[in-house]
């Protein structure tokens, strides 16, 4: 059973407005979360991570919010870009030891010009 | 430049014909693992690593083998590659374990015939 989920394969936004991307988890443990970019023909790269101590975390126009009782983030791109066209993974980790981060599945981010 | 690299980029091999992939990183982290990546599954942990001649296995590790005898390598072997082999692999490497932030590698396309 999925322990992270993404439950929107796919996302298309205009340029210019609000790209919210969401992950929910099952697993209470987690207490860090991370969200991966990926380009086609490249390995993922880091983007923005919280801990379970925060609520929200800010990078530019990168902002992740995170709701604990719900067991949801979300990843806010404002505003969005056409560069910001990609596949986007929600992984979550145990800072108390556990060495196997769990991804999502990926939201596929399409934003048009 | 600090970065994770894998060789080949591409291979097509027959099934039971004995494979690595090799991984390099130039950043001095102790933590390596790998990946795969299949359409719809999200990326899945292999075989990880917390240092030399430290390996474990991550939630899909039947197949495969690891070694560690270096820090900076991490190749990954298929000793008897299966047709449910093909898929996309990436390597990864991070200072810390879990919640780290991970480094990806391009990733590696592998068809087994």
Known sequence: DQQVKQNSPSLSVQEGRISILNCDYTNSMFDYFLWYKKYPAEGPTFLISISSIKD?????????FLNKSAKHLSLHIVPSQPGDSAVY????????????????????????? | ??????????????????????CSQNMNH????????????????????????????????????????????????????SPNQTSLYFCASSLLPGAGEQ??????RLTVL
């Open chain 2, 30 to 81: 102790e933590y390596m693992s790998w990946y795969r990546q299949d359409p719809g599954l999200g990326l899945r942990q292999i075989y990880y690593s917390m240092n030399v001649e430290v390996t474990d296995k991550g939630d899909v590790p039947e197949g495969y083998k690891v070694s560690r005898k270096e820090k900076r390598n991490f190749p990954l072997i298929l000793e008897s590659p």
């Open chain 2, 1 to 22: 430049e600090a970065q994770v690299t894998q060789n080949p980029r591409y291979l097509i091999t027959v099934t039971g014909k004995k494979l690595t992939v090799t």
């Open chain 1, 56 to 64: 929200k975390n800010e990078d530019g126009r990168f902002t992740v």
């Open chain 1, 89 to 113: 993974f929600c992984a979550t980790a145990s800072s108390g030891g556990s060495y196997i981060p769990t991804f999502g599945r990926g939201t596929s981010l399409i934003v048009h010009p």
């Open chain 2, 103 to 108: 480094f990806f590698g391009p990733g590696t």
